[in-house]
Protein backbone atom coordinates (compact mmCIF):
# COMPACT_ATOMS: atom_id res chain seq x y z
CA UNK A 1 0.00 0.00 0.00
CA UNK A 2 1.21 3.77 -1.04
CA UNK A 3 1.24 6.38 1.22
CA UNK A 4 -1.11 7.84 -1.12
CA UNK A 5 -3.73 5.14 -0.69
CA UNK A 6 -3.35 5.21 2.86
CA UNK A 7 -4.47 8.94 2.85
CA UNK A 8 -7.24 8.21 0.60
CA UNK A 9 -8.06 5.10 3.80
CA UNK A 10 -7.51 7.87 6.05
CA UNK A 11 -10.02 11.08 4.28
CA UNK A 12 -13.01 8.98 4.90
CA UNK A 13 -15.18 10.07 7.65
CA UNK A 14 -13.99 7.88 11.12
CA UNK A 15 -16.23 5.32 12.15
CA UNK A 16 -16.55 2.90 15.18
CA UNK A 17 -13.26 1.78 16.19
CA UNK A 18 -11.54 3.46 13.39
CA UNK A 19 -8.31 4.19 15.27
CA UNK A 20 -8.11 0.36 15.88
CA UNK A 21 -8.85 -0.86 13.01
CA UNK A 22 -6.59 1.55 11.13
CA UNK A 23 -3.92 0.99 13.27
CA UNK A 24 -3.50 -2.61 12.75
CA UNK A 25 -3.53 -2.01 8.96
CA UNK A 26 -0.90 0.28 9.34
CA UNK A 27 0.98 -2.42 11.36
CA UNK A 28 0.42 -5.01 9.16
CA UNK A 29 1.51 -3.19 5.96
CA UNK A 30 4.72 -1.56 7.67
CA UNK A 31 3.26 2.20 7.26
CA UNK A 32 4.05 3.54 10.02
CA UNK A 33 6.84 5.56 8.07
CA UNK A 34 3.75 6.98 6.13
CA UNK A 35 1.61 7.09 8.85
CA UNK A 36 4.02 9.51 10.93
CA UNK A 37 4.28 12.05 7.84
CA UNK A 38 0.45 12.30 7.33
CA UNK A 39 0.54 13.74 10.68
CA UNK A 40 1.45 17.22 9.17
CA UNK A 41 -0.69 16.64 6.61
CA UNK A 42 -2.15 20.31 5.71
CA UNK A 43 -6.01 18.55 6.10
CA UNK A 44 -6.13 18.59 9.85
CA UNK A 45 -8.84 15.64 9.39
CA UNK A 46 -5.87 13.33 7.48
CA UNK A 47 -3.43 15.12 10.11
CA UNK A 48 -5.52 13.72 13.23
CA UNK A 49 -6.92 10.50 12.00
CA UNK A 50 -3.22 9.42 11.27
CA UNK A 51 -1.66 10.52 14.51
CA UNK A 52 -4.82 8.45 16.45
CA UNK A 53 -4.33 5.38 14.33
CA UNK A 54 -0.69 5.18 14.77
CA UNK A 55 -1.22 5.61 18.42
CA UNK A 56 -3.18 2.33 18.32
CA UNK A 57 -0.33 1.05 15.88
CA UNK A 58 2.78 2.24 18.78
CA UNK A 59 0.44 0.89 21.44
CA UNK A 60 -0.33 -2.96 19.73
CA UNK A 61 3.75 -3.30 19.10
CA UNK A 62 5.85 -0.37 20.39
CA UNK A 63 9.30 -1.59 18.57
CA UNK A 64 7.68 -1.46 15.52
CA UNK A 65 8.42 2.37 16.07
CA UNK A 66 12.01 1.83 16.79
CA UNK A 67 13.00 2.23 13.04
CA UNK A 68 11.38 5.92 12.34
CA UNK A 69 12.11 7.47 15.99
CA UNK A 70 14.24 10.08 14.58
CA UNK A 71 11.39 10.96 11.90
CA UNK A 72 8.97 10.61 14.18
CA UNK A 73 10.49 13.35 16.63
CA UNK A 74 10.97 15.73 13.60
CA UNK A 75 7.48 15.26 12.68
CA UNK A 76 6.27 16.11 16.44
CA UNK A 77 7.95 19.30 16.02
CA UNK A 78 6.47 20.43 12.85
CA UNK A 79 2.29 18.60 13.76
CA UNK A 80 0.25 21.94 14.05
CA UNK A 81 -3.61 20.33 14.35
CA UNK A 82 -4.23 20.11 17.97
CA UNK A 83 -5.72 16.69 17.73
CA UNK A 84 -2.74 15.28 16.04
CA UNK A 85 -0.55 17.35 18.80
CA UNK A 86 -2.04 15.28 21.61
CA UNK A 87 -1.53 11.81 20.17
CA UNK A 88 2.36 12.59 18.89
CA UNK A 89 2.70 13.98 22.37
CA UNK A 90 1.45 11.06 24.44
CA UNK A 91 3.14 9.01 21.65
CA UNK A 92 6.65 10.71 22.59
CA UNK A 93 5.63 10.48 26.37
CA UNK A 94 5.42 7.23 26.26
CA UNK A 95 8.94 6.66 24.29
CA UNK A 96 10.64 8.71 27.24
CA UNK A 97 9.05 7.13 29.99
CA UNK A 98 10.23 3.67 28.39
CA UNK A 99 13.58 5.03 27.63
CA UNK A 100 13.84 3.64 24.29
CA UNK A 101 14.34 6.84 22.78
CA UNK A 102 17.79 8.65 22.24
CA UNK A 103 17.81 12.19 21.26
CA UNK A 104 20.96 14.07 19.54
CA UNK A 105 21.45 17.81 21.03
CA UNK A 106 20.19 19.53 17.86
CA UNK A 107 16.51 17.10 18.30
CA UNK A 108 16.53 17.72 22.48
CA UNK A 109 16.94 21.06 22.35
CA UNK A 110 14.12 21.77 18.96
CA UNK A 111 11.62 19.22 20.98
CA UNK A 112 11.90 21.26 24.33
CA UNK A 113 11.42 25.03 22.50
CA UNK A 114 8.47 23.04 20.96
CA UNK A 115 7.06 21.94 23.76
CA UNK A 116 7.26 24.69 26.07
CA UNK A 117 5.58 26.90 23.01
CA UNK A 118 2.47 24.63 23.58
CA UNK A 119 2.71 24.63 27.14
CA UNK A 120 1.86 28.85 27.29
CA UNK A 121 0.24 28.89 24.16
CA UNK A 122 -3.38 29.78 25.20
CA UNK A 123 -4.89 28.24 21.90
CA UNK A 124 -3.49 24.89 22.76
CA UNK A 125 -5.82 22.31 24.57
CA UNK A 126 -5.41 21.00 27.84
CA UNK A 127 -4.64 17.37 27.04
CA UNK A 128 -1.93 18.70 24.67
CA UNK A 129 -0.18 20.82 27.73
CA UNK A 130 -0.77 17.77 29.77
CA UNK A 131 1.40 15.65 27.30
CA UNK A 132 3.19 18.55 27.30
CA UNK A 133 4.28 18.80 31.36
CA UNK A 134 5.15 15.24 31.07
CA UNK A 135 7.42 15.39 28.09
CA UNK A 136 9.62 18.36 29.80
CA UNK A 137 9.84 16.42 33.01
CA UNK A 138 10.97 13.23 31.19
CA UNK A 139 13.62 15.35 30.04
CA UNK A 140 14.04 17.29 32.99
CA UNK A 141 17.24 15.63 33.29
CA UNK A 142 19.04 15.94 29.74
CA UNK A 143 19.06 20.12 30.70
CA UNK A 144 19.32 20.93 34.51
CA UNK A 145 17.20 24.12 33.75
CA UNK A 146 14.14 22.54 33.12
CA UNK A 147 13.11 21.38 36.09
CA UNK A 148 13.11 24.67 37.44
CA UNK A 149 11.32 26.50 33.82
CA UNK A 150 9.09 23.73 33.91
CA UNK A 151 7.57 24.12 37.90
CA UNK A 152 7.27 27.92 36.94
CA UNK A 153 5.56 27.27 33.97
CA UNK A 154 3.18 24.90 35.70
CA UNK A 155 2.56 27.00 38.86
CA UNK A 156 1.39 29.78 35.61
CA UNK A 157 -1.13 27.82 34.16
CA UNK A 158 -2.75 26.04 37.52
CA UNK A 159 -3.21 29.88 39.13
CA UNK A 160 -4.58 31.24 35.14
CA UNK A 161 -8.27 29.32 35.60
CA UNK A 162 -6.40 25.66 34.83
CA UNK A 163 -9.34 22.81 34.45
CA UNK A 164 -9.02 20.12 36.92
CA UNK A 165 -7.29 17.84 34.63
CA UNK A 166 -4.32 19.91 34.42
CA UNK A 167 -4.05 21.26 38.01
CA UNK A 168 -4.41 17.30 39.04
CA UNK A 169 -1.32 16.47 36.58
CA UNK A 170 0.43 19.44 37.54
CA UNK A 171 0.62 18.71 41.24
CA UNK A 172 1.70 15.73 40.57
CA UNK A 173 4.95 16.54 38.16
CA UNK A 174 5.69 19.50 40.41
CA UNK A 175 5.93 17.00 43.31
CA UNK A 176 7.67 14.74 41.37
CA UNK A 177 10.13 17.03 39.85
CA UNK A 178 11.04 18.57 44.10
CA UNK A 179 11.38 14.74 45.28
CA UNK A 180 14.22 14.20 42.44
CA UNK A 181 16.01 17.00 43.92
CA UNK A 182 14.54 20.04 43.53
CA UNK A 183 14.35 22.99 41.18
CA UNK A 184 17.83 23.97 39.39
CA UNK A 185 19.36 26.20 37.60
CA UNK A 186 22.46 26.20 35.55
CA UNK A 187 24.14 29.56 33.91
CA UNK A 188 24.61 28.20 30.82
CA UNK A 189 20.74 28.23 30.32
CA UNK A 190 19.72 29.49 26.76
CA UNK A 191 19.04 33.16 26.47
CA UNK A 192 15.42 32.46 24.40
CA UNK A 193 12.35 34.13 26.04
CA UNK A 194 10.56 31.08 27.37
CA UNK A 195 8.75 32.88 29.96
CA UNK A 196 5.20 33.34 30.75
CA UNK A 197 3.27 36.34 31.26
CA UNK A 198 3.01 38.30 34.56
CA UNK A 199 0.15 36.16 36.89
CA UNK A 200 -1.46 39.98 37.52
CA UNK A 201 -2.40 40.11 34.06
CA UNK A 202 -3.10 36.55 33.32
CA UNK A 203 -6.90 36.30 31.66
CA UNK A 204 -8.37 32.92 30.83
CA UNK A 205 -7.80 31.45 27.69
CA UNK A 206 -11.01 31.92 25.00
CA UNK A 207 -12.79 28.71 24.21
CA UNK A 208 -12.49 27.37 20.87
CA UNK A 209 -15.98 26.39 18.96
CA UNK A 210 -13.94 24.11 17.07
CA UNK A 211 -13.85 20.61 18.71
CA UNK A 212 -10.24 19.39 18.71
CA UNK A 213 -11.58 15.67 16.98
CA UNK A 214 -12.46 17.01 13.09
CA UNK A 215 -14.69 14.34 12.63
CA UNK A 216 -17.21 15.52 15.76
Excluded at 52 to 72: I, N, Q, T, V
Aim: charged share 30%.
Amino acid sequence: MTSEQLRKILSVRATSRFGERIGRLIAREGLLAETIDLGTDPDPRIAFRASYALEYAFAADPKRMEPHLSAFVDRYAEVSCHGAQRHFSKILALLLRRKSLRLDDRRLDRTIEVTFDRMIDRSVPVAVKVWAMEILARLADKRPWIGEQLGDTIRHLMDCNGSPGLCSRGRKICRRLSEAGGPRSQPERPKRNMSVPDMKTCRPAPRSRAPENPDR
